[in-house]
């Protein structure tokens, strides 16, 4: 018997209470003289022994009745077909199912998929409900944060809300199922508690449970837990792309973009000719086969393809149809921008002539241009702060006369903030002021000597070796040339600036000396060049590398303000998403932003601004996996930024727990073994399984009407004692 009310319980101390007014209120019989008191004595033990009997009688009475009140109020109930016995009160149950909805209940078997036998089995639960029952369904892959979970007591209404359930890509989130149930079921004031794990049985959902058997338990002994467990093990056939990674870093029209997909065979056996196709805001731009992945391995598959449009690029690359179709895309969001802002610092104006020529005459396929050019005196170097809201990169020609300490602290900043300079040395660059302003107050190496002749035109040093492994040169060169010294033509440098070792040397002369090198300064970095942008000390400009090598260095510089918008960071399905807004995009803080996403997913929400200036739209939870672009109003028809989710990872895996793994883990949670019960789903006693598990009736007005008859019977005896 359990109890609903049990502290009620201590209102039987009132049942003491006849009991000490039957001692405290016993009368002392008067003494009378009688002169013949034979017949009197006579009639007294008669007498005497029917009022003492009538007294017990009346306390014992009296005594239930305050018990069967408290009883009843303590609203007494029993399990199983024993409450059968004693009326017809059935309790009334709240029971809970847990929907796993994660995108791996996609598979199937010869049932079908997973996600509709599971529906069929909530069905079946649903229908072993009865009238005064109430039911909540918790999907659990889209648990929300602080929601009330409604209650349904109609038959239509819980079939409707099973059928309305979607298979969302994020992972089911089991432990925090279960912790919904128990918030649930704390505010039930019903007999019966049951709750109801619907789910595929994937292993790894099991390890957000308690590992310890002395875990905090979730429900008490009144909450029975079922498992019932959808699909079959069976050898599945499964490819994943696990993750889709941007190798090009140094965005610029007129190139193509590098991706590597990473591809793993999540199923019992090896998968061959599988095909990896690339996408370019839907429309396919390339296409890869692989030959072959063993069970467990991961292959890396290369893509690449020439973006047809700048601005906002959505990717995605994609696997044909197998066991799971929703791990086989993968996205990303990259933007790839219009035009590039870069300004020239100079001394001598005609020295930048061929640098600037070299970047306005680059155009696009589409005819634009996709730099952005500005000559500016060596002096105006300290108007970076004001300048640089609209610059991406910036160029800065060294001479006879240095930058001053204002100049060169404003330099510093600029690049402490993670943008990008390009430093080209002029003819008369001075070795001695360089070394004692200009390297120590912006961090680069020093200048150990100037070498070669002008004089000598026989003697010369010419490019040697690149190091392609840097991002600088990604898809720079064709597949076929080969620019460590077969393939270009080099040009002649007669003389050059030996810098000492510091930063990375990307483009060597036979010399041994660094013609380009890359060095990091603060958060940003700093292309040093060791000869100037002119046919002062070599014919560098004549030369077909010299166009590319002075594009890809804006290029670069570009790449490395807009690295955090640019490559957006993706997002796993079931988490939230953090959008960061582009400062050209004029959005204020405080304005609402329309985000729209795949399957009508379409929400309003507030813009909030950072300690750094950056505009952010939150989104708290998002369900499927796919591209969500935001929008500034509903009608607007270009994006102002987007983002990719992806589905779990985890979620690839058709690894299932057998049932004393799921016995072992849940039996933590439940009140004990006893509460943890195995449905089958196909099972046609599931309903009559339900019904043996839960308590039969509630006795509350069985102990009702048994205090009834003893105050009935109380007042009865009590009058008659009265008459005599």
């Known amino acids: 018997m359990t109890f609903l009310n049990p502290y009620v319980l201590f209102a039987l101390v009132a049942a003491s209470f006849p009991v000490l007014f039957h001692l405290f209120a016993q009368r002392k019989a008067r003494r009378v003289e009688f002169s013949s008191i034979r017949f009197l004595k006579q009639l007294e033990k008669s007498s005497m022994r029917k009022v003492k009997l009538r007294q017990i009688l009346l ?40 929907f796993d909805n994660s995108a791996s209940t996609s598979r199937r078997d010869a049932s079908g998929i997973f996600f509709k036998q599971e529906q069929d089995a909530a069905i079946k639960i649903a229908d072993a409900l009865e009238d005064g029952d109430e039911l909540i369904i918790v999907p659990l892959a889209t648990i929300e944060r602080g929601k009330a979970y409604r209650r349904l007591h109609d038959p239509q209404e819980m079939r409707k809300a099973i059928g309305e359930i979607m298979i969302s890509d994020a992972r089911a989130k089991l432990a925090d199922g279960l912790r919904v149930a128990a918030s649930e079921l704390a505010r039930s004031a ?51 792309i696990d993750s889709l990674v941007a190798v090009t870093t140094v965005f610029e029209q007129g190139r193509p973009i590098e991706f590597n997909a990473y591809v793993r065979n999540t199923g019992d056996g090896a998968v061959d000719n599988a095909v990896v196709s690339l996408f370019f805001n839907d429309d396919r731009v390339a296409q890869r086969s692989v030959t072959s992945i063993d069970a467990g391995k991961t292959e890396k ?8 449009q700048t601005g906002i690029l959505n990717v995605r690359a994609e696997l044909e149809d197998d066991a799971l179709p929703f791990d086989n895309k993968r996205y990303c969001s990259i933007t790839l921008p219009a035009t590039s802002h870069v300004a020239i610092f100079t001394n001598t104006a005609s020295d930048a002539d061929f640098m600037r020529l070299a ?47 204002s100049d060169l602290k404003a330099l510093r900043a600029y690049l402490n903030a993670g943008h990008g300079a390009g430093i080209v040395p002029e003819p008369d660059l001075s070795l001695q002021e360089y070394n004692t302003s200009v ?14 002749s002008l004089a000598a035109t026989d003697k010369y040093s010419s490019l040697a070796s690149f190091d392609l492994a840097h991002p600088f040169f990604a898809g720079m060169f064709d597949q076929n040339s080969n620019p460590n010294g077969r393939g270009i033509e080099s040009p002649k440098f007669f003389r050059f600036f030996r810098f000492a070792n510091g930063g990375v040397p990307l483009v060597k002369l036979s010399s041994g000396a660094a013609l380009l090198s890359d060095v990091g300064v603060g958060n940003g970095h700093v292309l040093l060049f060791a000869v100037p942008a002119t046919f002062a000390f070599s014919d560098l400009p004549r030369k077909p590398i010299f166009l590319p090598l002075i594009r890809r260095t804006a290029a670069y510089l570009a790449s490395l303000r807009g690295r955090d918008q640019n490559i957006v960071p993706t997002y796993t399905a079931g988490d939230p998403i953090d959008i960061s807004l582009a400062s050209a995009a004029g959005i204020q803080s405080g304005e609402r932003l329309l985000v729209r996403g795949p399957n009508g997913f379409a929400q309003r929400v507030e813009v909030t601004g950072s300690a750094s200036g950056t505009m952010h739209a939150v989104v708290e939870q998002v369900p499927y996996a796919g591209i969500y672009s935001v929008f500034k109003d509903a009608d607007a028809a270009t994006p102002v930024a987007a983002v990719a989710v992806n589905p779990s990872t985890g979620e690839s895996s058709v690894s299932t727990a057998s049932q004393s793994e799921m016995n072992s883990a849940l039996s933590r949670v439940a009140a004990s073994k006893a509460a ?34 003893c105050a009935v019977a109380e007042m009865l005896i009590a009058r008659e004692g009265k008459h005599e």
């Open 59 to 98: 306390l014992i009475l009296r005594t239930l009745l305050i018990a069967f009140l408290v009883m009843s109020f303590a609203r007494p109930a029993l399990r199983g077909f024993l409450g059968g016995f004693f009326g017809s009160s059935r309790a009334n149950t709240t029971a809970i199912i847990l």
């Open 190 to 240: 019903n007999v019966n508690r049951e709750v109801y794990l619907v789910w595929d049985g994937q292993t790894r959902n099991l390890g957000d449970l308690p590992k310890s058997d002395t875990a905090l338990r979730l429900f008490d002994e009144r909450t029975n837990l079922f498992v019932t467990t959808v699909g079959t093990a069976a050898p599945v056939r499964n490819l994943a």
């Open 301 to 308: 598959v290369a893509l690449g393809a020439l973006p047809k």
């Open 359 to 405: 970047l306005e005459e680059t155009l696009s396929e589409s005819g634009a241009a996709p730099y952005a050019i500005e000559v500016h005196r060596l002096e105006e170097l300290r108007m970076l702060p004001s300048l640089g809201a609209r610059l991406d990169a910036v160029i800065v020609q060294l001479g006879a006369t240095t930058p001053d300490a």
């Open 439 to 452: 390297a120590p107050a912006l961090g680069l190496p020093q200048l150990v000597s100037l070498d070669g």
């Open 676 to 709: 943890l019960h195995t449905l089958t789903a196909s099972g046609k006693d599931l309903a009559e399984a339900i019904r043996r598990s839960r308590f039969g009736v509630e006795l509350w007005q069985l102990f009702l009407a048994l205090a009834i008859v």
